[in-house]
């Protein structure tokens, strides 16, 4: 192993003039640590891509969700809440009852999504994570106002001066064929922002408003449960599981973005898949130069099997010539794949915009990333060296087989 090993590392380094065989073998090498860096920069890139989708999902759900697992709805019960607050941990509960409705604002509609909250609103996640939450003073009075998300004030072209909208809703009386939707007023009193995909859909009101327009007295869509710390979540949870009766389902944020994370999971392995399948294109360049080598240096295979190198000796010698050009490239690839992430965690050097207030592209590497990488590579590397191996190997007995007619 250790003759295999100098031979093979002596075919590596350069010998006198540059020859065709020392390109490829730089070229190799060249190409394994391009491949090895983007393969690890788009791993890290994902990974802050994560993150950052993450952080916006999280911002508007709770941290622990109590819904119905069969119905829409589900009637407040006082003696269940309280038990659940009694759960050490638990601060608050905000009840929520959220309804679809239409909107006008004279000429302008809009199909939005009507949440409607309970006074203790201001302690919710989402009120705290809020960019810009106008005053909700309007939630400890039975005035029928409201405040509306950015996105859907644009659209209906609301102002201060002009802040009064209609609000439709479906019957829930049948009786009442004539009038299939019911028509109320609502005063817009200010604005909110937390996500665009919330700011365009949602208008925050009294829950007592979307109980009367709804016929849905002390019905709920979910509870909202407002915790100290997110770090004992899972024991909260377990907790509060047992309080529930059959029926009731509680949800942790994960949970409740469960179908967004799974997409951004397949959307990591696509992109993971692809950018393997270049790295094999990379690997490609071990296997010509392998074989250009082993074409080359023919006459030194005769000669190493005449001083009683068995062709299992020759076969190593380019197995490990290979695999050294590999290893160089991918150590080579992984630092310089780590400098450039670090380069841009540091100083945000690829940025989204080119505006005057720039946000810089997420990067985050993890150690499994190193892992991953250095195993896709140095697997696709083995499977490159696999053929021309074997090619050396025959020459090899051919030519001890020619040796041993002449003896």
């Excluded at 960019?131 to 039975?142: E, H, N, S």
């Excluded at 023919?298 to 590999?326: C, D, H, W």
């Excluded at 696709?380 to 020619?402: C, E, N, Y």
Aim: proline share 2%; glycine share 6%; hydrophobic share 45%.
């Amino acid at each position: 192993m250790q003759i295999s090993f100098f031979i093979a590392k002596r075919y590596v380094k350069k010998q006198g003039k540059i020859t065709l065989i020392y390109r490829l073998s730089r070229l190799a090498c060249y190409s394994m640590v391009l491949s090895t860096a983007i393969l690890l920069l788009v791993l890290a890139t994902m990974n802050g891509m994560q993150k950052l989708l993450s952080a916006l999902f999280y911002i508007y759900t709770p941290a622990l969700k109590i819904e119905c697992q069969t119905g829409k709805t589900f009637l407040s019960n006082k003696e269940l809440k309280k038990q659940i607050m009694d759960v050490a941990g638990v601060t608050d509960i905000v009840e929520v009852l959220e309804v679809t409705a239409l909107m006008r604002l004279l000429d302008h509609q809009a199909i939005v999504t009507i949440k409607g909250v309970s006074n203790n609103f201001t302690i919710s996640d989402f009120y705290k994570n809020a960019k810009r939450m106008d005053g909700v003073a309007f939630l400890g009075d039975d005035r029928a106002k409201a405040i509306a998300g950015i996105g859907v004030a644009q659209f209906v072209q609301w102002t201060t001066h002009n802040n009064k909208v209609e609000v439709f809703y479906p019957n829930q009386d049948g009786h009442h064929l004539n009038k299939p939707y019911k028509r109320t007023t609502l005063e817009i009193d200010g604005l909110f922002s937390i996500a665009p995909s919330i700011d365009c859909k949602y208008i925050i009101a009294p829950i007592r408003f979307v109980e009367g327009l709804t016929n849905g007295l002390k019905k709920r869509t979910h509870w909202e449960v407002v915790i100290e710390t997110t770090s004992e979540v899972q024991n909260m949870q377990i907790n509060i599981e047992k309080l529930l009766p059959n029926g009731y389902n509680v949800t942790n944020q994960t949970e409740q973005n469960a179908t967004r994370r799974r997409a951004i999971f397949i959307e990591r392995l696509s992109v993971c898949f692809i950018f393997a399948l270049v790295l094999l294109l990379a690997s490609l360049n071990i296997f010509f130069m392998l074989c250009m080598s082993i074409l080359q240096k023919q006459k030194n295979i005769a000669i190493l099997v005449s001083l009683g190198a068995t062709p299992r000796e020759i076969g190593k010698i380019f197995f490990y010539n290979g695999m050294l050009v590999a290893l160089k490239g991918i150590l080579y690839g992984l630092m310089l794949g780590w400098g450039l992430g670090f380069l841009q965690q540091k100083f945000g050097i690829v940025t989204f915009t080119k505006t005057s207030h720039r946000v810089a592209y997420p990067v985050e590497i993890h150690a499994f990333d190193f892992v991953y990488t250095a195993i896709v590579t140095i697997l696709f590397s083995l499977l490159a060296t696999l053929w021309p191996v074997k090619r050396a190997i025959q020459l090899a007995k051919k030519s001890l087989d020619g040796i041993l007619a002449v003896q």
